[in-house]
T-cell receptor, first 111, second 112 residues
Framework: QKEVEQNSGPLSVPEGAIASLNCTYSDRGSQSFFWYRQYSGKSPELIMFIYSNGDKEDGRFTAQLNKASQYVSLLIRDSQPSDSATYLCAVTRVGNEKLTFGTGTRLTIIP | KAGVTQTPRYLIKTRGQQVTLSCSPISGHRSVSWYQQTPGQGLQFLFEYFSETQRNKGNFPGRFSGRQFSNSRSEMNVSTLELGDSALYLC???????????FGPGTRLLVL
C-alpha cells in the first residue's frame, strides 16, 4: 500500500464547476497535509496546508481533512482554465520533516 | 522577497561523471530539503539540512550526498552518474524543520 494515494486522473471539469481532488494516506502518525499545484515543466507551488480536522478555506480553494478516515481533499470552486495542472498531495509525520507525496492528479478544466 | 533559487537550471552529463547542484533558500529560511522527481517514481525525498546538519535522509544510494553552509545555502552532489539519475531535482526551503516548504524552480539533469 502506498503511503499517499491519489487518483492519477485525468480529471476533467467544466469551467465554472467545482473540482474535487482526493487523497488518502496510510500513516496514522501523519501530522500535516499539503496541496501543491504543478504546471507542466514547472516546480510544485504550495496552494494550501491543513493540520486540523475540518475545512480550511482560502479564496476559491477549500481543504478538508478527516483524520479518522485518513482522507484529505481539495475543492476548487469556480474552476478556471488556469487551474489545469497536476495537484500533489503531501504529508509529513510527527518528528519528520520530509514531505511524502502522492503521484498527483492531473486536472483539466474544459472551457 | 525572493524565492528559492537553484543553479544550474539545466544540465547534461554523461554516465560516470559527477554533478553538483546548488540551492539558495528564501531569505530567513534555515531548513533546506532536496527531492528528486521522475515520471516513474514521482517526487521522492533525498535529504534535509538544518543548521549545517543533515537531519533526515531518504532511501537513495550513497552516491547522493549533500551539505549546507553557514549561510543556509545548500549543495547536493551525485557521483558516478547513471542513466536513471536523469530527473528534475528540486530544492525546498522552510523557516525551520516541520514548517511549510517552498520549492525552487528545480534543476533538470539529463544523463546520457
Amino acid at each position: 500500500q502506498k503511503e499517499v494515494e491519489q487518483n492519477s486522473g485525468p480529471l476533467s471539469v467544466p469551467e465554472g464547476a467545482i473540482a474535487s481532488l482526493n487523497c488518502t494516506y496510510s500513516d496514522r502518525g501523519s501530522q500535516s497535509f499539503f496541496w501543491y499545484r504543478q504546471y507542466s515543466g514547472k516546480s510544485p507551488e504550495l496552494i494550501m496546508f491543513i493540520y486540523s480536522n475540518g475545512d480550511k478555506e482560502d479564496g476559491r480553494f477549500t481543504a478538508q481533512l478527516n483524520k479518522a478516515s485518513q482522507y484529505v481533499s481539495l475543492l476548487i470552486r469556480d474552476s478556471q482554465p488556469s487551474d489545469s495542472a497536476t495537484y500533489l498531495c503531501a504529508v509529513t509525520r510527527v518528528g519528520n520533516e520530509k514531505l511524502t507525496f502522492g503521484t498527483g492528479t492531473r486536472l483539466t478544466i474544459i472551457p | 522577497k525572493a524565492g528559492v533559487t537553484q543553479t544550474p537550471r539545466y544540465l547534461i552529463k554523461t554516465r560516470g561523471q559527477q554533478v553538483t547542484l546548488s540551492c539558495s533558500p528564501i531569505s530567513g529560511h534555515r531548513s533546506v530539503s532536496w527531492y528528486q522527481q521522475t515520471p516513474g517514481q514521482g517526487l521522492q525525498f533525498l535529504f534535509e539540512y538544518f543548521s549545517e546538519t543533515q537531519r533526515n535522509k531518504g532511501n537513495f544510494p550513497g552516491r547522493f550526498s549533500g551539505r549546507q553552509f553557514s549561510n543556509s545555502r545548500s549543495e547536493m552532489n551525485v557521483s558516478t552518474l547513471e542513466l536513471g539519475d536523469s530527473a528534475l531535482y528540486l530544492c525546498a526551503s522552510s523557516k525551520a524543520p516541520q514548517e511549510t516548504q517552498y520549492f525552487g524552480p528545480g534543476t533538470r539533469l539529463l544523463v546520457l
